[in-house]
């Protein structure tokens, strides 16, 4: 990994991994019109030792790692913050830790 979650939270903007908990996760069903509506996302509370923050994981993603993304699983994550400084990680890859 390259980053703690406290790095993230404290403003790295750069492509990150980090090796976290997953506290929470919230799939919701994508409601906006257009190429993904009707398709699966979901909103994640994560951890590491140094602290906790907020991440998304959109469709195509979410589809491809849900099997990784449960509640209590340790995992490494892959992503990069949204587009502005108070984004959430946005995950676009997940791999077994």
Not at 7 to 30: A, L, M, P
Not at 43 to 68: W, Y
Not at 70 to 79: F, P, T
Request: positive net charge; hydrophobic residues 35%.
């Amino acid at each position: 990994t390259n980053c703690t979650c406290k790095d993230f939270h404290n403003g790295i903007s750069r492509y990150v991994t980090i090796g976290v908990k997953i506290d929470e996760i919230n799939e919701h069903v994508i409601k906006k019109e257009g190429k993904n509506k009707g398709k699966p996302m979901a909103f994640l509370k994560i951890s590491d030792a140094t602290c906790g923050i907020d991440a998304v994981i959109f469709s195509e993603a979410f589809l491809e790692f849900k099997g990784l993304l449960q509640k209590e699983n340790l995992v490494i994550v892959g992503g990069q913050r949204g587009k502005t400084k108070d984004s959430s990680l946005v995950i676009d890859k997940v791999w077994k830790l």
